[in-house]
């Protein structure tokens, strides 16, 4: 007969009792493990340790609550403390591995010097047979990541309810940088508790601030989104500053839903209910430039709190709390001098381009004057000179192509709706300038074998998109291409096992088989990324007449594309599996991978147990454009497959790269 082992005092008990006999402890239910041979569920056919096991004569393992690539977390009871607690442990297969070792124990070190009523507590080290583990607080509650898939298509986290779990992550992050840097704050390691108290977590790829050793300097360590741009360079070398990007990035996100890439869209006008004077709090914390940030978690806890403080008493915060705010005398002193910079620039490139562009008439323009407000007017005048620097360079091509010709069309179109919208003060001013910028710099970039998508709105899932224009590969990624990756990659990449032969004799054939992680590493290889699903679905059936179902039009016709057969087929074979863009195979021959997570529908690498979102038909079976299916990561099947497209980025680096090399 079963039985149910006491997590306080380990006495068997039988299957039906609710409480311990011998204690009184409530036993939380049927064991995982025992004399009939009763065999593990699923979600633990791997886990080191069982449900009702001992470890260390000390935690009684009450339950598996998280599962990893690097290991496991149990809620366990602490026999000695009288407390549930958090097991971490480590893989005994990774214990070998210094640097994940390291980075393990590393966590424990630091946290465990840090008292703080808004960071997970660690308790202690320890290790049992091959398996080491950290002891921590057990917080009852779930990740903000958690709350964000919670919401509703649509629905964002109450402004209110942001801001005060971003002052109390920066109350922690106020404490902790006093001792160390967190290098990796994300919705995954802030969590919340029952009574909506934040609590910051894994500090695993921190060091302390004495410890000049810990990181070096050819390591990048953290999660891309969230990374400030020093910390993409080297994860050695950088400050308090680092955390406060990361944070920028996700009030960004908390408050619109997106990502804030590029020259991000205030989120104002994203939504109604932000109050404007966050943009220009989001805009520094995710300034490029380190010293136009914040200067520490302190200061912008100190510019969001009034704001806190309207929005707690009902009350509407006012644009001018912005002057209050946002202007410590650091900030001023970059402030004039950039605009200054910004000045001098347009009036000198607008000057040129108007002697150029509209001869004499023209030649005698200043900067364009706004009714835009100042801090607008400025990012208008700074993205209008960046269009004029990339005309310039643009008209130097010699020869260029009808499509070039037609970008730098629309590109001179665009610029000057942009400068009418910001005489009257519209707030699609600067949208209208990011689109002509990018339409010079598309012009510029001119990649091979990829169609120029321009910027506009897609419907996906009935709700409407705005997409930034972008290039996407023309025909999917042919077994030829990944083979070549494969072989000249740094270190090599493991071409799959299926197809392994299949490269010398199919070349021209679109590869399959490969895993997210396998595409996406091709794609940054080639210096470009996955597509998001909006980018794959505008390239699909982003123009007005084009239909969302088939290439062809609403109706299945057997023969129009790769469907329903045997096998794949050399890409771009099928005519009529040509969409609006100049894609081919969007319908047909293998399903592609794109960056989407499934289920919270954001652009981010998978983590463990997630699934990502898969768009076009195969040759198994037919798929209308406008849907998607869930697969896992890990997944390598005969019928998927990918394309990349390479972004078109406003920022001013980004933009003086293209100018000066064209990529």
């Not at 039985?3 to 939380?28: E, F, G, I, Q």
């Not at 465990?112 to 009523?117: F, I, R, S, V």
């Not at 008209?395 to 192509?401: F, L, Q, S, V, Y």
């Amino acid at each position: 007969m079963a039985k149910l082992k006491c997590p306080k005092c380990a006495h068997l008990n039988d299957s039906a009792a609710a409480c311990c006999s011998r204690c009184k402890t409530a036993l939380a239910g049927k064991p995982r493990e025992h004399a009939s041979g009763h065999k593990p569920t699923r979600k633990e056919d791997d886990a080191l340790f069982q449900r009702g096991q001992v470890v260390n004569n000390r935690y009684t393992v009450l339950d598996l609550i998280g599962r990893g690539g690097m290991g496991c977390i149990y809620k366990a009871h602490d026999n000695v403390l009288g407390e549930d607690v958090a097991l971490k442990t480590l893989l005994p297969q990774l214990v070998s591995d210094t640097l994940i070792v390291d980075r393990f124990l590393n966590e424990a070190r630091i946290t465990h010097k840090l008292a703080h009523p808004n960071i997970v507590r660690v308790h202690d080290i320890g290790a049992a047979g091959k398996c080491l583990f950290i002891s921590m607080e057990y917080v009852q509650g779930d990740s903000l990541r958690g709350l964000i898939r919670r919401q509703r298509p649509g629905e964002r986290i109450p402004v209110r309810q942001t801001l005060h779990i971003i002052d109390q992550l920066c109350a922690a992050l106020e404490y902790a940088h006093q001792y160390t840097i967190h290098r990796d704050i994300k919705p995954e390691n802030v969590m919340l508790t029952e009574d909506a108290r934040v609590k910051l977590m894994d500090f695993g790829i921190s060091k302390l601030m004495a410890d000049q050793s810990a990181t070096s300097e050819s390591v990048v360590m953290g999660t891309p989104h969230y990374m400030a741009p020093e910390q993409q360079r080297s994860s050695r070398d950088v400050d308090a500053r680092a955390d406060v990007y990361s944070i920028g990035v996700l009030l960004y996100e908390l408050l619109t839903g997106n990502m804030p890439t590029g020259v991000p869209r205030p989120a104002s006008e994203i939504k109604r209910d932000v109050p404007p004077v966050l943009d220009a709090i989001v805009e520094r914390c995710v300034a490029p430039d380190r010293d136009i940030r914040f200067a520490s978690a302190a200061e912008l806890r100190t510019a969001i709190r009034p704001i806190l403080a309207m929005l707690d008493d009902g009350k509407q915060p006012e644009k001018a709390l912005a002057s209050a705010t946002l202007r410590s005398p650091r900030f001023i002193r970059h402030s004039i001098a950039a605009c200054c910079v910004i000045a001098a620039l347009v009036f000198v490139s607008l000057g040129l381009w108007a002697l150029e562009r509209w001869h004499a008439s023209a030649a005698s323009q200043t900067p364009v004057m706004t009714a835009l407000a100042p801090e607008r007017a400025a990012r208008f005048q700074k993205i209008s000179a960046m269009a004029a620097a990339a005309w310039e360079a643009a008209a130097t091509i010699e020869a260029p192509t009808r499509a070039q010709r037609d970008q730098l069309d629309a590109a001179e179109t665009r610029l000057r709706e942009a400068e009418n919208k910001a005489q009257h003060g519209a707030a699609t001013a600067i949208l209208a300038a990011e689109e002509a910028l990018q339409y010079y710099l598309a012009a510029l970039m001119a990649p091979e074998d990829m169609v120029f998508i321009p910027p506009g709105y897609i419907v996906v899932d009935h709700v409407e998109i705005y997409v930034p224009a972008f290039f996407i590969d023309q025909t999917e990624v042919t077994l030829g291409q990944f083979h070549r990756f494969s072989r000249e990659a740094a270190d090599g990449w493991p071409m799959p096992d299926e197809l392994r032969n299949a490269a010398e004799h199919y070349p021209d054939y679109p590869v399959a088989y490969v895993s997210w992680f396998d595409a996406q590493a091709y794609a940054a290889w080639h210096d470009k990324i996955l597509p998001t699903r909006a980018q794959w679905a505008r390239a699909a059936y982003g123009a007005p007449d084009a239909s969302d179902v088939y290439p062809w039009g609403e109706e299945w016709a057997a023969g129009k594309a790769n469907i329903q057969t045997d096998h794949t087929r050399p890409v771009g074979s099928f005519p009529d599996d040509l969409v609006w863009s100049g894609c081919h195979d969007m319908a047909g021959n293998v399903m592609e991978w794109t960056r989407t997570r499934a289920d919270e529908g954001i652009e981010a690498p998978p983590h463990f147990g997630d699934d990502m979102l898969v768009c076009g038909g195969s040759f198994q079976y037919a798929q209308p454009l406008h849907d998607a299916v869930k697969r896992a990561f890990e997944t390598r099947a005969p019928d998927i497959g990918f394309r990349c497209v390479r972004e078109i980025s406003v920022r001013p680096e980004a933009v003086a790269a293209i100018i000066e090399h064209g990529q």
